[in-house]
């Protein structure tokens, strides 16, 4: 087989195991999910497309398939959710496909999730504007692309830790979303931490690590 | 006067100000120390030589240094710690400033903290041996430099959340820590988050805001 | 001769001439200015240490030296100063030197020049509490190292030009000031453009040209 | 909604609402573009191809497209024109789309515009040939791919503030337009600001707020 | 003609004549073939896709193709096996193609190979459960993307030559390969070296090299 | 007009006008090449696909089509060849299109040209088998991708000057080109310039301005 | 204590344990040989400088000082030495040091060792001229800074596996030994692996594992 | 010994054999001179400092050290200067060290030299000003740092091959030098080649073989 399953975890957390979709086949993604079913743990598909999604359906499960997200979900346990919340905020429209990776993540995880988008700090009393809601969150998830500043004003409104998520949308000196993490990386505010470009995932993993402590 | 200070939040949570020491001469740290404690907040330094310990001291506070952590604290209102732990780890002998960094930190934040030094992925059994302190902590700070990939195979025997430190050491190809940094940003272990190369103090004090809610 | 002099323009606009110190010799300096000198223009050496003053004062100058700044001055025609006010605003304490050149480049070329230090995104409270001085400014010039995050903040509250100078303050991934550089660049804010970074002097500059219109 | 709307900048100003298409799609687009219209504003949207265009005129409003450079424009309240020019000049043909970019958005913005193509440093004669309507603008945009030279020797002959706009054209060293990038943010020519690789917009934006000050 | 041809070395050793054929057409594969063909040597083409293997056929040769590894062979005289080992270990699911390239390379050339897939080192058990057969191996071929760490860890379980061979598997910050490339090259571990980016045939051809010494 | 045309040269030298038709229109190219011919000067288009050359013929003119060096030539006034030759070489069969943009850029200026091929320095005794035509070419241009170590071994053989020319054939660490790049611009040997990734042209061009001197 | 010390391996092997001294103090240092002498193994200081070595001989052992290849060994188990031939080769006297690290490294690890220096590929019959040494040995170790080109050559002329190692040795565009590296990596030459730049140790370790089976 | 000394080249040609002082003990330089002095040819050590130049003399040779350039030169047999001359142009006074290295090395090897200093773009008129030293030139080796621009304008007022070289002045962006490399590599002009950052030996040495052809 060409991959090997491990659900130790997920057995004990009621977290899902995750199969990472990009570069895969299709048939390898089917594969690698019976595998999984075979334990009866939750299962979630990131970086999937409609053709994953549909051939999912086609081995009898019940799929949930969040478009935006690109995640397709196969629940069979549902996971308590939270009170406490995690804020997932985007700069840009263009941002809100890895924010949705962010949110869809950490709902599926059994986290209360609120979303807020197109935020960018160059209007700034847009932000200020939303000032209760985010210092109302226990964990920030904060996705931005071009020049990656939002996590930095974020953070300075609230005390609890930030993920910063850098995007690759952007164009010229951007350089595929580098521009964003190097401003993420060399924030000035205090409880930021960084995920690689585009992981929505990675952030929304993490951001239930710390609100379901 | 060059800088504005801001000690809501310190007031706030008990938390110190922080005055980060590189690039500033000794008299524009004392000078912002002096307007800090009229506000009798604590205060930590980063990045501290002796010049400036000494000089904090002639001002008539009661300074306590960390050399290995290059950082100077006054406490004028000891935090109360917690009973959770951040496990502070490095891969090698000298990634140890940037891990007393993130260790003293957390420690002036009102944190109890583990150290573990010197335990690198090619030796595996060594840091298998001690697996029982690594899940035993809340939450984890690695320390890695050169290849960085320490935090990958750590975040793999927790599931609590990992802050990776990339540090420049190292050589060659190494490029200051950017290779540390990538790795730790492509990590494929769920729950690590990512900090700037040799920011022991983000790292120790995101893992503070995380230990302490 | 080493370097051939252009001075039709400082005559015609009683714009000063520069003399680039860096990398020169001290007598390579001197000689520059002395030919410049029987021209009875003005001049500005930037990028000078107190050597470079002292062997100008030698010639039998009245030189005006701005430590801070790196720069000295021979003004032999002073040039009227205007209304409209050019905003140098900086990040961070260690950003000084850098608006300094472009503060006092823009004051030698007559222009009245407002400063604001330490108002950092970070904390977004102090830079708001500063918002009547940035909306007088005409032209405004913003420094920051590290995240390089404060001109799209800035310029998202004024309806001036805003000139960006990213410094190479800063550790590990900010390169120099390479990750300022980028974010300012890919900076969702109009009105932003972009000099080289620590270019204090072309920042001044290029504000005068504008302010001056 | 995936996009609050700001528009008190362009009621204030009479500037225009701009939507960056790139990257959203066409009903994003549209939808930002209704909401913005009930307030009665001129509304730009750039990297617009002519799905956009059609869009947009399929919501009823009378739509102009400026095709070479990729903006629709929904005028409703005329800016008046400035007396004063802004001169767009490009390298070389391939240019052309990047400098149209910023010649209809100053346009757009109320400026008079001229053009000037296919001047590369490489035939000095023929920019210089061009240097009366150089010297008669007030603010210039210099776009320019490959070497990126256009911007230094421009500047050379005028007093005024140049705009440097790098572009992606090129092939090899070039790196996407970062080549160009580095030489002008290297120029050593007094007077000149850099936006980001192929960003006409934001040339032709700041030129605006200079040219109408 | 396009490519002179050397078959010393492959007459010599029994080794293949290796045609890399990404970047030729068909034609010029093929061409390249039938001049190596006249000599009676065996013959690899890399970086094949079918057109390559049917072209091959089609010239009356008896031709083996391994689809995953991209490899098209004639193979005239076998080479007698090895009784020693290398073992090809991939990380992902996705490194499978280049670990099969250096896998068939190794076996083309007579070696005897063991192959291990889907073995990150977020799953350390997964890795130490198989210590058996990486420590029975005579030489081994390490093949990772993302963040390349796994290597390292190999290597420490052995006290045989790894051979890290960099995919360009990942996203964002993996830069294609580059990250992998990086952690590779700075590897704490002492026996590894390192290939090209995606370079499975150089990685199969060395190990072959060392295991026929 | 899009294009501003400069045939000073041209008649002065006999030496054709080149349109570089990358990023061009078809219609832009065939627009340039009708105002040079009004002149009666030699064009010769390149990066030219097929439907430049035939839209280049329906202007009624004889032109002439080197395919491999993407090429388009109207030669109205034959220039005399010389007797000495430009050796060009190339490391690869995938380097051959850059080899003939130099050779055929080379021919069209009046050069007599030889042409090598396949000629990589890890088989160096084909290499020293041609080192006859190597010592009695009086330019050489010598083009290699991957590591591009030809021109510091080929420069070794000959006291003549050697133009190299990197491509971007390679793949991984070759990052199109960069790697082969920066071989040749750190070589060893003496008498070697460089020019830009795949730029044949410039290659043949300067080699001709030295061979006919 | 600061480092834990694994010394299975070197009982089963003889293999010395190393110290990689560069960035510890020598109190460091010491401590950690101290550790690893109550176990009776041999061990090599590498990147050691007089302080180092000194220090070791003050604790009452016999220590051997390899100056050009900054080692300081304790030989308290001397290792057989093989028959067969580990040949170390540099291009440039710069590179010595480097290559006296691999060497000396070899030696110690009980290897046969031939040395050749100043071989660079630009005069290619100094090469040649060597050819007899070159293959008798059974593993090349084979050190270049600058272009990085003799790998690929000395490859083509052997049939045993190459180490190559890049070194800092160059200026300007070698950007610290990045150009040997990027050219060492993308050798075109069979059975070529590399190191990271100055790792010297490193490709000792490795060709002495190799030359050991 | 470190270093084999090939000097079939210097004695056909009567020009010098060069020694690279950098990175080399004065100890090691002497000793290869030693060596090259008794086969009678001329010695050029470039990058040689005092002690560079002291050591020679003391071996009792005649040495002409040229302080601006920093070469030492053993002249036993003067070579035959050439008519046609070499022009080493300049973009500014801090460029010059470059400049002389490589017009020292042209007039080592027999070449009539010229010189212009300071003579950057963004003063086209002083360029323009020395169009007939200019055009009067066989051969330009054209040295500038910053934004390299130059040699992109001179070659347009020549129709003779340039040789650029890219300087390390600068500061920022720069990259020590790579973005003037950059835009020399990505010139516009026609006959334009480059050598390494600072190479001024490299460029003084290709203008000789080209001059003397
Ligand atoms: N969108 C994503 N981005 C990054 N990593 C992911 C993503 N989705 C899943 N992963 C990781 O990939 C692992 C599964 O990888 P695989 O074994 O290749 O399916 C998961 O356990 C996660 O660690
Ligand atoms: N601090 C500075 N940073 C960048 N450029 C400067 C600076 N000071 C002066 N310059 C430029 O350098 C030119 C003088 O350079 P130079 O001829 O080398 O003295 C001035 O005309 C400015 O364009
Ligand atoms: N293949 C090529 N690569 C690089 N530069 C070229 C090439 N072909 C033409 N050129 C240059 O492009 C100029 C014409 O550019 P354009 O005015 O855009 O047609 C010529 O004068 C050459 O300097
Ligand atoms: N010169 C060297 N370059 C790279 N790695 C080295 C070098 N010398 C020793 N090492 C490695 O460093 C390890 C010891 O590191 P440490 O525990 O920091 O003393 C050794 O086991 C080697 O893997
Ligand atoms: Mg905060
Ligand atoms: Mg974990
Ligand atoms: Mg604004
Ligand atoms: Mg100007
Ligand atoms: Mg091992
Ligand atoms: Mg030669
Ligand atoms: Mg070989
Ligand atoms: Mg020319």
Redesign the interface.
Known sequence: G???V?HH?SL??GYPE?IFS???TVE?VVG?ARRLLEKNVNIMATRADRNVYEALQAIGESVEYHAAARIAVINRQPVPPTRTTILVMC????D?PVAEEAAVTAEVMGNRVERL??????????L?AKRKIIQSA?VLVVVAG????LP??T???T???V?AV?T????????????????????????????????GY??G??AS??NR?
Do not use: E, W
């Open positions: 060409y991959a090997m491990d975890r004990r957390s995750t990009q570069g895969k390898q690698i700069a840009g429209t263009s809100i988008a197109d935020v960018g700090v160059a209007g700034i009393h847009r200020l226990s071009m020049d990656g500043a930095s004003v953070a300075g409104l005390d609890k830790p993920i850098p690759s949308i952007g164009y010229g000196a951007s350089f595929g979303g580098l521009a964003a993490l190097l401003t993420m990386l060399n924030s000035c505010a205090n409880g930021v931490t960084v995920v690689n470009i585009d992981n990675g952030a993993y993490a690590l710390i402590m």
